[in-house]
């Protein structure tokens, strides 16, 4: 029977707080989101996220000694399962949707710059 090497992980959400002057609630989040100083950091223990797969390697204590073994979807972390399957909702959508629908068009066009990693339109 073969033993195997498995890592687990979960998120523990990280916060700080700041008071921020600016014109704008834009740009006080956009001036938020830049402050890289995080020497007042909190953990918060109670909303961490639950624990998925992040690893696999064949063999006793194999973890990064090896090539890692593909792990199957059902144990990745749930986030990332909703967005490798974005891109396949947005494509049924784009089929199936009635063209000219002013709602299913600003759907389309926020989740294609989320795709893109652009600013997605409000």
Known sequence: MPTFTIETTFHLPVYRHRSITADTLEEACRLAMTDEDWWDQK??????GVTYVSGAWLGEDAAYRGPALPVPSRFDETV???????PVLLGLLKTCATQGNAAIDAAIAKAEA????ADAPD
């Open 43 to 48: 953990h918060d223990h109670d909303n961490a």
């Open 80 to 86: 990332q399962r909703k967005a490798d399957h974005f």
């Open 114 to 117: 989320i795709l893109a990693g």
